[in-house]
């Protein structure tokens, strides 16, 4: 029977030659990741269970991205607890102050991810490394804990919902478009526990930054993991970041999806997820004229440098509203030096946007850009809950960065490509 690139995965690491949706497996962990929201609660879990050593120093790793620096005496003694963990376990791949960033870019960025692998974190957004046909996904801090000890975590197969892409992109159409889309036409819950594989010819077309954003979004239409295929551009990302795992797996021809769908990336138009969740999507040409009072352009979903390099394109064309708070947050230390060598802090700057020290920041309602009641800001984060980014008044309307860059230019909703034009 064939299998799916998720199930061959899972078997792999499972010991076992099948996997079928619905089994519980136990699999082997190549990476554990966790955060400073997150490691706190698993060192309780660690600590009640008797938890002495971590299973292995280079293959836990912990990045302290979203409250660092410090924004309270609060988070700097969660803080300081993460640190004293992390010395006295000899985490490896530990990154604060100066090394860390957002995490979902950093691990992909420095190599410590690669194909094949089976990646699991206390966030659920760990669904990002599918870009790199890996199974990843969030899972819970007492699991994280279990993980952290033995190495090995509970599954149950998903089944798994096939996206057949064909056709190119137009102008400023971004992989945020594209998940977007997607969410808009399944609904949050439209993937439950389900697999969202992408295949097609269309695949080829998106770059690696566009497959990161749509694996990383899978968790939005309630999917335990977002994967693409192995490609040539997977394989350039890999080499270039020197990944030390390099396993390669395929879905076989007679595997067997739940549904298909099949998305003709040439009709894609830009949209956004007006509030309060990300399925109430609308093309941009029906809500624009929206008045913003911020935008913010970094996080997980878009804060690599080809996002940074998209917002300036757009903000050179003028400058940022009067009246609007453009926050940009590049997503590592090596983004936002390679933001400064291009010239994109400058751009940033000059049309009247301000640039922070990488961190997810106001993604969760953290800091450096909280909403007060009855302020509304575009974000190019991957969450509009209510209260998402501050007061439980407060909107979000999630976007791409063109999108979010020409809003801050108009100081409204607004389409990239008319203020391109």
Known sequence: MGMTVTEKILAAHAGQDVVTPGQLIEADVDIALANDITLPLAVKSFRDAQGTRVFDRERVVVVLDHFNPAKDISSAQILKECREFAREMGIVHFYDVGAMGVEHALLPELGIVGPGDLVIGADSHTCTYGALTAFSTGVGSTDFAAAMMTGKCWFKVPWTFGFELTGSPGAWISGKDLILHIIGQIGVDGALYGSMEFFGEGVGRLSMSDRFTVANMAIEAGAKNGIFPYDEKTRSYALEHHVTRHTVYESDPDAIFMETARIDLSSLEPVVALPFSPQNVRPIGEVKGMPVDQVVIGSCTNGRIEDLRTAAAILKLGKVADGVRLIVIPATPRIMAQAVSEGIVDEIMRAGGAVSTP???????????????????????????????????????????????????????????????
């Not at 801050?408 to 990239?416: E, F, N, Q, S, V």
Request: with cysteine.
């Open 359 to 421: 961190t997810c920041g106001p993604c969760l309602g953290g800091y450096m850009g909280i909403l007060a009641a009855g302020e509304r800001a575009v974000s190019t984060t991957n969450r509009n809950f209510v209260g998402r980014m501050g007061h439980p008044e407060s909107e979000v309307v999630l976007a791409s960065p063109a999108v979010a860059a020409a809003s801050a230019l108009a100081g409204c909703l607004a389409d990239p490509r008319d203020a391109s034009s």
